[in-house]
């Protein structure tokens, strides 16, 4: 779907008459392509004082692995560690050099005067940050800690971050990583993903990592050898997904009605995964499924992407638009999980992601429906979290809450308010259905097995619920 505006201010012309205006400037975001380095240009990283160096040594690692350009301050104390890594790390100096991504480690952060080092370590560079630069802020889970003082610093590292997002544009993103102790080995599949392109549209976002299990993959292509099955696969953002699942390696069973079923069968040729015929809301679609999964050793993802809105008033809308949007939102997930769980479909390790919407977290004018049914979405992943936590099979279950993606849904939204969804986020645009499928793909990875329970905006920080 064309965004006209936006096009219209990547001219000269144009740039110049939204500034003089004061209008929204969105810049064009960086998005991921395969075959180019993850991390496109250098790294500022930095770490407060204090004993604890896990969080930063894991970092240190990471980018080791993925022979980034990186720089440190001089007095850091970040540079023992570098290296020790053998990473042969730059001295930042004070002139105008750019950075494409800052990370700073505030693990060590437990009081309000260590706050400081927070501001001055981002202060000197907040000039000094590419477009679509990445700034990562890593802390310790607030709720882990005892003491009030830690705990106070580490919860106020959420509203540094936020703002963060929100002030410095050029589609530069910011989030913020809570590691719980002793799992900084799951580190790695997030911050490739937050350093990286493929997260384009993600920013202003608080993530919990916790131990987990740990899963080694071969990075370039980390789904290889994986079955992942995608309600509402034809079209959209489901089609999206599937693309990029099988561009990381996995074999995909595209799962839709059968009115898309040319669409369906088109996009599992290409991709040469199989198509699935069958309405969600069916009695059978769980044992369909199963059925599907049987042949190729079970399923080692489930992503539940099929949706529907049918907006109107409350006091306009009939009981079908109810029944319709809640049955096929929440409840098909809610059984087909059971059915999944209770007939061992899913096999260890296995993934689970569905697909909420900020409507769920905001509510949205005409949307009572739609926003109870993508609100029982988190419930049922917050529940569901809990309940995998006490067992050992390493198996997870997270989701996305996308804002105004380009898509069929939002191209039938009436032109005003369409054109308000897309602009009011820190990025000032609409995100692509590839926004969605790459932090779907995150998530999904074998090698993401600290992330249980996380709800995850694609929203471009939507003032909406914000
Ligand atoms: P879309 O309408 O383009 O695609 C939805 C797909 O789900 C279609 O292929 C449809 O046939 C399929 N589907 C619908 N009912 C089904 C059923 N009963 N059984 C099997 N398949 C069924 O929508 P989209 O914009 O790609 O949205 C995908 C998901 O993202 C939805 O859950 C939606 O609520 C969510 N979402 C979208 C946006 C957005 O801006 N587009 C924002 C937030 C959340």
Redesign the pocket.
Known sequence: MSDRYGDFVQSSIGKKVAKNLGLPLPVELDRFESGQRLVRGSVLIGRAKGDDQSLSQAVVNILSKLHAEVSSNADDSIKGLLDEAGVQAKTATNDDSKFKVLIFDASNVANTDDLKQVYEFFHKVARRVQLSGRVIVLGRPPEDLDDIEAALSQRALEGFVRSVGKEFKRGITAQLIYVAKGAEQNLDSTLRFFTSARSAYVSGQVIRIQAGSHVEVDWTQPLKGKSMLV??A?????EAIAKVLAREGAYVIG???EA?KDDLEKLMDELKGTPLLV???SDDAGATIAEAAKSIGGLDAVIH????TRDKTLANMDEQKWDLVIN??LASIAKINRYLFDNKVLNDDARIVC?S?ISGIAGNMGQTNYATSKAGVIGLVTATAKQLETTDQGMTINAVA????E????EAIPFAIREAGRRMNSLSQGGL?IDVAETIAWLASPASGGLNGNIVRVCGQSLLGA
């Not at 992407?305 to 529907?308: F, K, S």
């Not at 996308?402 to 993606?405: E, R, T």
């Not at 898509?407 to 939002?410: A, D, I, R």
């Open positions: 309600t509402g034809s079209r959209g953002i489901g799962l839709d009605v898309q309405d969600i809301t992407n099929a949706g529907i096929i939102n697909v919407s996308p804002g105004f993606i898509t069929q849904m939002t259905p």
